[in-house]
């Protein structure tokens, strides 16, 4: 998932990337999980990659 955002990032020249965490189904606890994965693993990997 990182190197697919870093790639969008660069190809698209952005600064910034928003994601969207709500999913029709998912239950409460797996959107809560998601969300910390994604600020714990990887966001930071994104930053380190991107150079921020």
Do not use: Q, W
């Not at 990032?9 to 998912?26: H, V």
């Not at 990887?42 to 990659?49: G, K, S, Y």
């Amino acid at each position: 998932m990182a190197r697919k955002i870093t790639a969008a990032l660069k190809d698209l020249s952005a600064t910034r990337f928003d994601l969207r965490y709500g999913m029709n189904g998912m239950p409460h606890s797996a959107l809560m999980t998601n969300i910390e994965l994604f600020g714990t693993k990887v966001a930071p990997l994104v930053c380190e990659m991107v150079g921020s």
